[in-house]
């Protein structure tokens, strides 16, 4: 994490997924590095921490570019091709648009965040579709010696839209999903460390 201006923060993050499927007759997981992620934020307003209020507040928007370095051909079993929303990576170069406000109580807190990316052809002339994410949690903010630790839950919404082969829709692609989320964010100066853990309640 980078504050090259006061009002302006610059994040690259590196995810590392596990993704476990369950079939009828079978079970097998994937796991390996994800898309890297570069995402500037312009700060629109922030209590600031000299503030004596017991109620903080702050307001983000920016943009961000996804770079296609997780992998998006691994396999089940059987040797097939998983399907792309399942896969650690995507192939797509990415861009996107978001924005964050959070609401703090003392040290208990409400962030809602709202996201749309778009992506480009990969090099197998797949095109994943649109993704627009709501998420609302509620966080625990716990400030240490040089550290912050902010373990959370809530409640994610996501929208697809189709993916594209060779410029055709694919039919079975596209929808929308809820999950349950729970996990723990640790700064360490400007360093940032995110573990995420989410299950799907509908589709």
Same mark, same amino acid.
């Given at each position: ?23 009828? +007759? ?5 796991? @390996?590095?994800?898309?890297? +992620? ?11 921490? %000299?503030?004596? %209020? ?15 370095? =997780? ?7 059987? @040797? ?7 896969? !650690?990576?995507? =192939? &797509? ?8 406000? !959070? ?5 208990? $807190?409400?962030?809602?965040? %709202? ?5 480009? +052809? ?6 994943? =579709? ?6 609302? +949690? ?14 959370? $839950? ?17 039919? !079975?692609? =596209?929808? !929308?999903?809820?999950?349950? &989320?729970? @996990? ?20």
């Amino acid at each position: 994490m980078y504050f090259p201006h006061k009002r302006f923060q610059l994040l690259g993050s590196l995810p590392f997924s596990y993704h476990k499927r369950i079939e009828s +007759q079978q079970s097998y997981a994937i796991y @390996g590095p994800g898309d890297a +992620q570069i995402q500037g934020s312009w700060i629109a307003f922030m209590t600031p921490d %000299s503030s004596t %209020s017991k109620w903080k507040h702050g307001l983000m928007t920016g943009l961000d570019l996804q770079l296609p370095l =997780g992998n998006y051909r691994q396999r089940d079993p059987k @040797g097939t091709v998983l399907p792309l929303g399942f896969q !650690t990576g995507s =192939g &797509s170069w990415g861009a996107g648009a978001h924005i964050n406000y !959070t609401l703090r109580y003392k040290k208990f $807190g409400l962030n809602l965040d %709202s996201r749309i990316r778009v992506f480009a +052809q990969n090099e197998s002339s797949y095109r994943p =579709g649109w993704r627009m994410s709501q998420q609302l +949690q509620l966080f625990y903010w716990k400030q240490g010696n040089n550290v912050q630790w902010i373990p959370m $839950g809530g409640l994610l919404l996501e929208h697809y839209g189709r993916d594209r082969s060779f410029d055709i829709p694919e039919a !079975t692609t =596209g929808g !929308t999903m809820a999950k349950v &989320s729970l @996990g723990l964010d640790v700064y360490l100066n400007r360093w940032f460390i995110s573990g995420h853990w989410q299950q799907a309640v509908w589709q």
